[in-house]
């Protein structure tokens, strides 16, 4: 079964509103085996909506759309289906007498309204392309429509995302599963790295792509968000049993390739992973902060439980705060600047004997949107301060401001679970 789909809204295209249905939608899809290939957004136009309509059934073998079925002028969905079908638009008896009943019962018309008389542009709700059938709207006064054509099926449900979530799961989805026959099951497995980009993990999984393509099942995927990557791997089969079985060999070949930069599987996070290696450890972690303005430490306390390990950290913003509050040597400070390996690796040593952790974590920089010290935007400097003594790192992020704080608590958090992993130490 393969599917396009299609939401229509002139304030997706000039983006007042986020296509966020087109993200659920894919999900819901891909669980179920359906084939998606295209993900369009028309504005509120009957012309180029029946074109995209004809477009996709050309291509695929059931067209779904968003958007566009509500009573205003703009709400040219209808017309653009039946336009595409080469068809008139009929006015549902059942339907009109629906929607004056609901609007009676919300007070919208009739005694509770003051004797008010709905708009008539409200019925355009009931009007149904001549040969297609309504899908019921539990929760809105929109209803939705199916309707057969040469080259497929079409369904169109409201924009309302709260509308459309039942109308899909309880219509839509049904007879999709029941025209592509017995559904395969679709299993994903995915694998998170921290501390090297999407172009490198891609490259490191290129052999194992390359052997996948004439199968088409697995498939491996990369999704890069927030300075991590996540790598997908999807596989369709009879049962979810099966799916694993062809995931195994295809997840041992990649975390062979992947090697350190793998930290987690599926609902894993970084600031988890690092909290649950100092727990196993029986060690605690403070953390100094200066660019990233505190949220290295609510990343940490986001994780339930937190208390057990982290014992705090300071956000040291301005240079003589790095020498009242971590006790960092003035002079350094003149020497080397607030921005430097120097300063990060005493910001760590101060915050953990301040905090009494067995491992302290600090970061300093430049987040922009100007340089500092003669430091240019994105520089990034690391101190890790334990038992094994002091480690440093250093990077050059790519982003604007709020994209490289959230880039240094990655790849902070990162720095540790790698220190921590070549460092097998107690707490002393």
Same mark, same amino acid.
């Given at each position: 079964? *393969? ?44 012309? %180029? ?33 039946? *336009? ?25 018309? #009739?005694?509770?309204?003051? @004797? ?30 199916? /309707?057969? %054509?040469? @080259? ?14 039942? %109308? ?9 599963? *029941? ?79 992947? @090697? ?86 005493? %910001?760590?040593? #101060? ?16 987040? @922009? ?10 520089? /990034? ?7 094994? #003594? ?39």
């Amino acid at each position: 079964m *393969r599917v396009e789909l299609l939401a229509v809204g002139d304030e997706l295209l000039f983006g007042d509103i986020v296509n966020g249905n087109a993200a659920w939608l894919g999900r819901q899809l891909a669980d179920v085996g359906v084939v998606l290939k295209t993900s369009t957004v028309v504005g509120d136009d009957v012309e %180029m909506i029946a074109a995209r309509i004809a477009e996709g059934l050309g291509r695929a073998d059931a067209v779904i759309m968003t958007g566009g079925l509500g009573p205003t002028q703009d709400d040219v969905t209808r017309e653009g289906i039946a *336009r595409a079908a080469g068809v008139g638009l009929r006015r549902d008896a059942f339907l009109e007498a629906m929607l004056r009943r609901r609007f009676r019962a919300l007070g919208r018309e #009739g005694p509770a309204a003051g @004797g008010v008389v709905a708009p008539e542009m409200n019925y355009r709700q009931a009007d149904i392309p001549e040969g297609g059938e309504p899908l019921p709207n539990e929760v809105g006064t929109a209803p939705g429509i199916q /309707l057969e %054509m040469a @080259g497929g099926v079409v369904y169109a449900m409201p924009g309302v995302p709260h509308e459309m979530y039942p %109308m899909f799961t309880g219509s839509v989805l049904p007879d999709l599963l *029941r025209r592509a026959g017995e559904p395969a099951v679709v299993v994903h497995r995915v694998l998170r790295t921290a501390g090297v980009w999407e172009s490198v993990v891609a490259h490191a999984l290129a052999e194992e792509i390359d052997r996948l393509a004439p199968i088409g099942n697995p498939t491996i995927a990369f999704l890069a968000s927030g300075g991590q990557t996540r790598v997908r791997i999807s596989a369709r089969a009879g049962d979810r049993a099966q799916a694993y079985t062809l995931i195994e060999p295809v997840e041992a070949a990649a975390r062979a390739a992947l @090697g350190s930069a793998l930290y987690g599987v599926d609902d894993d996070t970084l600031e988890g992973t690092v909290l649950g290696l100092l727990a196993d450890r029986g060690e605690t972690l403070a953390v100094a902060e200066s660019l990233t303005g505190g949220l290295l430490a609510g990343r940490l306390t986001d994780v339930p439980g937190a208390s057990a390990v982290f014992h705090g950290g300071v956000v040291t913003y301005a240079t003589d705060a790095k020498v009242s509050v971590l006790g960092v040597d003035a002079g350094l400070l003149a020497t080397s600047g607030a921005v430097s390996t120097e300063a990060a690796a005493a %910001m760590a040593t #101060g915050v953990r004997d301040l905090l009494g952790a067995t491992h302290g974590l600090a970061v300093t920089g430049v987040a @922009g949107p100007d340089e500092l010290e003669g430091k240019p935007v994105g520089t /990034l400097y690391i101190g890790i301060a334990g038992p094994f #003594g002091v480690a440093t790192r250093s990077a050059r992020l790519p982003g604007d401001r709020p994209q490289n704080r959230t880039y240094a608590v990655v790849q902070a958090l990162d720095a540790l679970r790698r220190t921590l992993a070549v460092h097998t130490c107690q707490p002393g």
